[in-house]
């Protein structure tokens, strides 16, 4: 089992960002849910070498234009 | 699903035993939070570390400047892990984004002992909180140079 923990930057500084962890890796043109909040991902990039079971990841997003 | 697999998705509890794992377990108590409610209030004195199961929590500080929002935190996230270090008070409030936020909750004093009187689970956790107190600055810096 391996958990990625993101952490999420909202670019256009609309929303706070989030952490959290996911069962799958993200990849950029998926869109995350954070609380109902849709967003794009426009970016992954490794944050930290893995460590266990964990990857870290930081996701740079966008609103997803409805 | 069982509370051993939940604490096994937890960083904090990498690298621990399936019988460390149950000792954490034990001090486990679950609750369930409603959209807006109140979990951890800035400066009350932290007794508490939070595990968030399900749900998100909004992580704000109140400044001279007005209140701001830190961060969004979901599952897996802990929140009251640095009273572990510091027995400092609540450095943010930490309220429910969704209903239900459900949170694990382990009273600190017990988990202190916990980590005192088994010193490979007191090791682990010390240097998962260092590693996700990096992970938090990391995130931070990352946020500060895309949002200037």
């Given amino acids: 089992m391996t958990v990625y923990k993101v952490s999420i930057v909202v670019a256009d500084g609309s929303h706070p960002g989030a952490i959290l962890n996911l069962d799958h890796r993200p990849i950029e043109g998926e869109t995350i849910n954070i609380n109902g909040n849709l967003f794009l991902i426009l970016e992954v990039i490794e944050l930290m070498p893995p460590r266990g079971k964990f990857q870290y990841l930081h996701l740079t997003c966008i609103p997803q234009a409805s | ?148």
């Fill in chain 2, 1 to 148: 699903m069982e509370l051993i697999e939940i604490l096994r998705g937890v960083e904090l509890f990498e690298g621990l035993s399936e019988e460390e794992l149950k000792k954490v377990a034990s001090l486990c108590m679950k609750r369930t939070f409603q959209e807006n409610q109140i979990i951890a209030r800035q400066d009350s004195h932290g007794e508490e570390l939070f595990i968030i199961q399900e749900g998100f929590v909004e992580v704000a500080v109140q400044t001279q400047g007005g209140r701001k929002v830190i961060v969004n935190l979901g599952n897996g996230q802990t929140i009251g892990e640095m009273s572990l270090i510091d027995q400092g008070r609540r450095s943010a409030t930490v309220r429910a984004l969704s209903s239900p936020t459900i949170v694990q909750i382990i009273e600190q004093p017990d988990f202190a002992q916990l980590c005192e009187s088994e010193c490979r689970i007191g090791y682990i956790v010390m240097q998962n909180i260092a590693i996700d107190l990096s992970f938090r600055l990391r995130q931070r810096n990352i946020n500060d140079i895309i949002r200037g």
